[in-house]
C-alpha cells in the first residue's frame, strides 16, 4: 500500500476512533488489513503532525493538527479567557494555572508568538510557567494576559 493511502486511512481512523497509542493504531490498521510496524506509524504521525489532544475521561488522543484557520495569537486568546484559573507572578516567574490539558498549548503558543518579555514558556498539564526576561518584563507580561482575559 503506497503512503499516501496509508495516510489518509490514518486520519479517517482517528477521527472515527479515540486512539491513544501508536499500538493502538498499528492494531486497527491491521483491522482494515494494513499490515505496519509500529516504527512505521511513528514515521506516519510525524509527518502527518498528529497531536495528542485530551479526552472527557482524563486521557489522551490522537487528533489532526487544529485548523490554520485561526491564528496563534487568536488561539492564545481564546485559550486564555476559556481556560485560565488563576495567574501568579514571582520576581521574573509567571505561573498561569489552566483547566486539565491546557497547559501544553498553552505554552506551546507563548514559545511561538516570540513575546520579548519571555525566555521561555513550560507547561504541564494544567500548569504553564513562564520565564521573563526580567522583573519588569514579567510585571508586561501579566499585563498583557490580563488583557486578553
Known amino acids: 500500500m503506497k503512503k ?3 495516510q489518509a486511512e ?3 481512523l482517528i477521527e472515527q476512533h479515540a486512539v491513544e497509542r501508536q499500538e493502538d493504531l498499528v492494531s486497527l490498521l491491521g483491522e482494515v488489513g494494513i499490515q505496519v510496524t ?3 506509524i511513528s514515521r506516519d504521525i510525524k509527518e502527518l503532525k498528529l ?3 485530551p479526552t472527557a475521561d482524563g486521557g489522551y ?3 489532526m493538527p487544529t485548523k490554520k484557520s485561526e491564528n496563534e ?3 492564545l486568546k481564546r485559550a486564555i479567557k476559556t481556560y485560565l484559573q488563576e495567574l501568579k507572578k514571582s520576581d521574573r516567574f509567571v505561573s498561569l494555572t489552566m483547566h ?3 497547559g501544553p498549548v498553552v505554552a506551546m503558543l507563548i514559545n511561538r508568538l516570540d513575546f520579548p518579555e519571555v525566555f521561555t514558556a513550560v507547561g504541564d498539564d494544567m500548569t504553564v510557567l513562564v ?3 526580567s522583573p519588569l518584563a514579567a510585571d508586561q507580561f501579566v499585563d498583557l494576559l490580563k488583557q486578553m482575559r
Open 38 to 40: 509500529q516504527a512505521t
Open 10 to 12: 490514518i486520519k479517517q
Open 131 to 133: 520565564v521573563c526576561q
Open 73 to 75: 495569537d487568536s488561539q
Open 51 to 53: 497531536i495528542k489532544v
Open 4 to 6: 499516501a493511502n496509508r
Open 61 to 63: 488522543r490522537y487528533s
Open 100 to 102: 486539565p490539558g491546557h
